[in-house]
């Protein structure tokens, strides 16, 4: 599904982000990239997202070739992988429901249909009575629940996911983490840099280890190590 091969990221000559990172994560995969700070994990989400370009290599999603990318092809690709964040990325002073609606509305979806769309993912993630609150009043495991409905509501294939966890309590973290794993489990692929040894000992899954921009070990299923 999502293929690097031999991709790096270079800056400048005293800071290469990424070094010829090889690997291929498969469609409905739950991977996560772990690694001190500035090792390289944010670099690989954004090359997903073409929010950055690798300076060599080549990076594939499905049947696109980002060698080969266009404007169109750069808007239906951010349609299908979304990105969620430590910071949340909502506006604070809209309500929960307006939240997940505005991703909806950028695809131009239909009034109603986005509206039902919207309502459903509120209630995946046991937040539809908080429709009408403004977001600043949720708690941060709350309102990164919101950031997952915004996800759901897209239909999107890949969520990437940058230190979910991050700004949480430990209990609003697993609890963020048990929806993650029931998104997995319901066919979508997840991407997640973390540093959070709890998280990673109890998914059990893949993990793939940076350690100065180079992948240093990529187990199935992996262990919190840093190198």
Not at 47 to 60: C, K
Not at 78 to 89: E, G, L, T
């Amino acid at each position: 599904m999502i293929i690097f091969k031999n991709v790096s990221r270079i800056f400048n000559r005293d800071h290469t982000a990424l070094e010829r990172a090889t690997f291929e994560i498969k469609d409905g995969e739950f991977v996560l990239l772990i690694g001190r700070s500035g090792a390289g994990k944010t670099t690989i989400l954004k090359l997903i997202s073409r929010a950055d370009v690798p300076t060599h290599g080549q990076i594939l999603y499905k049947n696109l070739n980002y060698d080969h990318i266009r404007k169109k092809d750069i808007v239906q690709l951010r349609r299908k992988i979304v990105s969620i964040f430590q910071d949340f990325k909502l506006l604070m002073d809209q309500s929960v429901f307006d939240n997940v609606m505005m991703g909806l509305e950028i695809l131009g979806k239909p009034m109603r249909e986005a509206q039902k769309k919207a309502e459903e993912a509120l209630r995946q993630v046991d937040l539809y009575h908080h429709g009408p609150i403004l977001a600043r009043f949720l708690s941060g495991g709350e309102k990164q629940r919101v950031a997952i409905a915004r996800a759901i509501a897209m239909d999107a294939e890949v969520i990437l996911a940058d230190e979910p966890t991050g700004n949480l309590d430990p209990i609003s973290g697993k609890e963020v983490m048990d929806l993650m794993k029931k998104i997995n489990a319901q066919g979508k692929t997840i991407i997640m840099a973390t540093h959070n040894k709890e998280v990673v000992d109890m998914l059990k899954t893949r993990v793939i280890t940076l350690s100065n921009g180079r992948i240093a070990k990529d187990e199935t299923p992996g262990k919190f190590t840093l190198v």
